[in-house]
């Protein structure tokens, strides 16, 4: 949404820049080319982002259910030697 935002107002200002006189239609095209180009790397760079992020955050979710699948296997280790400790006191 954000770059949508800068493209149109790159695009506006190319815009007003041929209102006024002060470009040639050569500079406006040239201009135009540029908002459009800038728009394209606004776009790749939050589509980049939003990938690094999706990938950081699916990471962080395998690393957590390996943590919890490891404390369970712990918990249930200690269980098993309560279990056989109390079996050998009776």
Same mark, same amino acid.
């Given at each position: 949404? +954000?770059?949508r *935002?800068?493209? !149109?107002?790159?695009? =506006?200002m &190319? &815009?007003? !820049? #041929?209102?006024?006189? =002060?470009?040639? *239609?050569?500079?406006?095209? *040239?201009?135009? +080319?540029? #908002?459009?180009a800038?728009?394209?790397d606004?776009? /790749?760079? @939050?589509? %980049? @982002? $939003?990938d ?5 955050a699916n990471? @962080? #979710? %395998?690393? &957590?259910k390996? $943590?919890? %699948? %490891? $404390?369970k296997?712990a918990a249930d280790? $200690? /269980?098993? @030697?309560?279990?056989?400790?109390? /079996?050998?006191t009776n």
């Open positions: 949404m +954000r770059a *935002k800068q493209w !149109f107002l790159i695009l =506006g &190319a &815009a007003s !820049f #041929a209102v006024m006189g =002060g470009c040639s *239609k050569s500079d406006t095209e *040239k201009l135009e +080319r540029d #908002a459009k800038t728009g394209r606004l776009q /790749k760079t @939050a589509s %980049d @982002a $939003a690094v992020t999706n990938k950081a990471e @962080a #979710a %395998d690393k &957590a390996k $943590a919890a %699948d %490891d $404390a296997k280790k $200690a /269980k098993t @030697a309560v279990k056989d400790a109390t /079996k050998k």
